[in-house]
């Protein structure tokens, strides 16, 4: 599929045969775990996780620590002259790579893409061998140093071979494309700003310094398609801004180059109602009109903000109505595909869902591109994690802990930066000021992220008081009131406090109750449970969403809050968890870790928040055991009026 796109941008720029090519790496990969014999090796495709269901019912004794992966590859002679660059899109949670026995680099951190050069290490015409040793053992130098879930092992994500001429666009610079499209200024009537590109030019290649005088230009198409049965003929482009500048590559291998753009009547990415995508094709062209390297990436144009506590997209109200979604799946823990993060992404929108926040770590690109597609808002974050377990910390004092999360934000920005869907970069998650303070990492974190990019918010979910909550642009509340203490109706005094004492905070609210579609109690009277206990039935977690959903009026225009991330879409692997109906999964999700069933509250909000598909159902229909001879139905839906009927009869 990836060639056949570059045949369509060869189209589009009438470039030369020498564009750069991509190739996957995910097939025929060989796995292993000890480390000096590669007897009783497996074959596996990525993505790929040595954690599938090692992690289920066994505390925190799943394996965490060295796996090993190699692949054999022809390199074909005809790369001569070329410059080849290897892509891993993650390896949780430290790599190491050789090429032939030679070492090229290392990573640390599990959740961004990262790439190295690795030209100088092929043998041309030859099989070459590529060896990735992966950890995933606890280091207190990579986040996160805690978390609530499990932490995968392997290269759970996917791998490409890149190939360029001497002068590229940088696939060096932290994993991104190279490209970022920088609007500064969007309206209805004009969207302009600069698209800057990263070039990088070998010093010697094949014995021959380059100097050379260069023409970037890039170019904005409004549509870009493909048929999608045949993937024939059908190709539909409308230039709607060019622009070109002229630079110089020398001996000082890197450059950065920027060109203005200016689009008049801008179609704006307009969320779920209208989620219009720009292509912007970018050009290198030397003076004898060699073309070098040539790149289209997607984006939108819109703005998002908060005022008085609102959330505007294009200036426009838009109640954010959110999810918080873990980044695993039973039975292949993080190596999620394609089709499952549509499957995923079907079951938030049918909720009626218009925005996620992916927690502690970014998620595949292509399921940022999949929320581009779709109008989803996106939170996504860096994983500096607290938890209430007395021996973690989510901060630790260190020069590596805080060069590590540093390099983290950078890989994370960089690399989702043209997405329309990311509207804001999270910083930290639950973090307790507890021994070392972290709020001074935290101010530089933001200041850095709004240094990268000016043009979106930061934000931070937190659970406790203090000075931490007044350092990024917005605030979330995790809230349990209701599960983990006291009773749903609490959350209305908690309210009343942080209007009275924290009211010049931009606050949002997200909130969580466990409950299990296997506990279904038999009395009418409804009694909390207890979070640490093994019973969790689901009518009181029904009851905690139908209070919360009452009393904060989440994701609607009268709620005090810009908007609401309901905790947890689906149920997700945490191997500290012994609770509730089995251990090793967070049963606080609206949907089974496998998929496999919705508990009743997901269909509270299908019906206040999808007004697109008229429904109707019938709660409590596990709940086939009752104590009572009269009994109340109760139904979700998103009409007006509803009928009951029982054996035919309307009551």
């Known amino acids: 599929m990836k060639h056949y796109l570059f045949g369509i941008l060869a189209i589009i720029f009438s470039l030369q045969l020498h564009a750069r090519e991509v190739y996957s790496l995910n097939n025929d990969w060989k796995f292993f775990f000890n480390e000096t014999a590669p007897e009783g090796m497996i074959p596996v495709t990525l993505p790929h996780t040595w954690n599938g269901q090692d992690v289920l019912g066994r505390g925190r004794n799943y394996y965490r620590g060295t796996g090993n992966y190699l692949k054999v590859f022809t390199a074909p002679a005809e790369w001569k002259g070329k410059r080849v660059f290897l892509k891993f899109d993650a390896a949780a949670t430290e790599s190491t790579l050789h090429i032939n026995n030679r070492y090229v680099g290392g990573h640390k951190g599990g959740n961004s893409a990262f790439v190295f050069e690795i030209s100088q ?13 992966v950890n995933n053992a606890p280091s207190l130098d990579i986040l996160p140093t805690s978390t609530f879930s499990n932490i995968y092992g392997g290269l759970h994500r996917g791998a490409e071979i890149i190939v360029t001429d001497p002068i590229a666009i940088s696939p060096l610079d932290y994993g991104s494309s190279g490209v970022y499209v920088m609007p500064t200024n969007v309206s209805p009537e004009r969207a302009e700003g600069k ?25 904005a198409y409004d549509t870009l398609r493909l048929d999608s049965v045949t993937l024939q003929g059908v190709l539909k482009i409308d230039t709607v801004a060019t622009s070109s500048a002229r630079l110089r590559i020398d001996n ?43 790149l289209v990436v997607k984006t939108g144009f819109r703005t998002f903000d908060i005022v008085d506590n609102r959330a ?10 959110g999810v918080v979604m873990y980044r695993d799946r039973a039975l292949v823990g993080s190596a999620v595909r394609p089709f499952q993060l549509e499957q995923d992404l079907d079951i938030i929108a049918e909720m009626g869902a218009n925005a996620v926040r992916i927690a502690e770590g970014p998620y595949n690109e292509e399921f940022y591109a999949m929320c581009d597609q779709r109008g989803l808002l996106v939170w996504t974050e860096i994983p500096m994690i607290g938890t209430p377990n007395i021996n973690d910390r989510g901060f630790i004092d260190s020069d590596n802990f805080k060069e590590n999360g540093r390099r983290q934000l950078k890989e994370m920005i960089y690399q989702l930066y043209n997405h329309p869907s990311v509207v804001m970069w999270g910083l930290f998650s639950e973090l307790a000021v507890r021994g070392n303070d972290p709020t001074p990492y935290i101010a530089e974190l933001n200041a850095l992220a709004k240094q990268m990019d000016p043009s979106r918010k930061t934000v931070a979910a937190s659970n406790s008081d203090g000075n931490i909550n007044f350092i990024t642009d917005l605030i979330v509340w995790n809230q349990a009131l209701g599960w983990k203490e006291g009773y749903p109706a609490d959350v209305l005094v908690w309210m009343d406090q942080l209007k009275s004492n924290w009211n010049t905070l931009r606050s949002g609210i997200s909130y969580a109750a466990g409950g299990s579609t296997y506990h279904q109690d038999t009395a009418e009277q409804l009694n909390r449970p207890s979070p640490q206990g093994s019973w969790h039935p689901e009518r009181w977690q029904t009851h905690f969403h139908e209070e919360y959903l009452k009393n904060t009026r989440a994701g609607s225009d009268s709620s005090m809050f810009w908007g609401a991330f309901v905790g947890n879409i689906f149920d997700y692997g945490a191997n500290g968890y012994t609770v509730g109906d089995r251990c090793g999964v967070n049963d606080t999700g609206l949907v089974a870790y496998d998929r496999s069933y919705r508990a009743d509250a997901y269909y509270l909000y299908k019906a206040n928040w999808n007004r697109e598909e008229p429904f109707v159902y019938l709660t409590e229909k596990r709940r086939n055991v009752r104590g009572e001879k009269v009994q109340t139905i109760k139904a979700y839906s998103n009409q007006p009026t509803v009928e009951l009927f029982v054996n035919g009869a309307s009551m």
């Open 312 to 321: 505007l997209l294009n200036g426009e109200p838009y109640p954010v109505r």
């Open 252 to 294: 000082s291998n890197t450059t950065t180059a920027s060109v203005p753009f200016e689009v008049e009547n801008p179609t704006l990415w307009n969320g779920v109602k209208n989620p219009f995508l720009y292509h912007v094709g970018v050009k290198l062209v030397g003076n004898d009109g060699t073309v070098y390297d040539s």
């Open 195 to 219: 698209v800057t590109v990263k070039i990088d030019a070998a010093k010697e290649f094949a014995g021959q310094t380059i100097h050379t005088r260069l023409t970037l230009f890039t170019t």
């Open 121 to 133: 290490f092929l043998n041309l015409g030859q099989n070459n061998t590529i060896a990735v040793t």
